[in-house]
């Protein structure tokens, strides 16, 4: 029950923060709004680290492998980005919604494949039919839009 709540928070923040980014940039620019909150995003994480971890290192990161794991912040800047850039051309609600079509599909294919450390769990017939009722839900929506 705890991650199925974290879940629904999480996406409620990422869509808050979507349009507050995008508002952000009418009034500056892209990159100076996307700098802007990976810095205050930096800020927020080193402060409750101080708080909660500061027991634990930096340098436990030296020992990640395979290298390529630690791309996250990278991938966080481009996520930042083209979420400013889709709901400015989309709006809000349409452009959550791919979005959120984009992260099951690619959610359901890291599973079936094991990619990037996941657990394996292979194809499911009743999955791929959620995902597909997922999908017609969208072009329904775009449809009467």
Not at 40 to 60: N, P, Q, R, Y
Not at 89 to 104: D, E, F, K, T
């Amino acid at each position: 029950m705890f991650g199925f709540i974290i879940a629904l928070v999480s996406g409620a923040l990422m869509s808050i923060q979507g349009v507050l980014n995008t508002e952000v940039t009418k009034q500056s620019s892209t990159w100076t709004t996307s700098s802007f909150v990976q810095f205050t995003g930096f800020l927020a994480c080193i402060l409750i680290w101080a708080v909660t971890e500061h027991d634990k290192s930096f340098l436990m990161l030296a020992k990640v492998h395979p290298r390529y794991l630690l791309l996250g912040g990278v991938i966080g800047a481009a996520i930042t980005f083209t979420v400013i850039k889709s709901i400015g051309a989309l709006g809000p609600a349409q452009s959550a919604m791919l979005i959120v079509a984009s992260q099951v599909i690619v959610s359901y294919l890291i599973e079936v494949f094991g990619w990037f450390g996941a657990e394996k769990t292979g194809f499911q017939w009743i999955r791929l039919i959620g995902v597909i009722l997922f999908v017609a839900g969208l072009v329904i929506f775009k449809w009467k839009s």
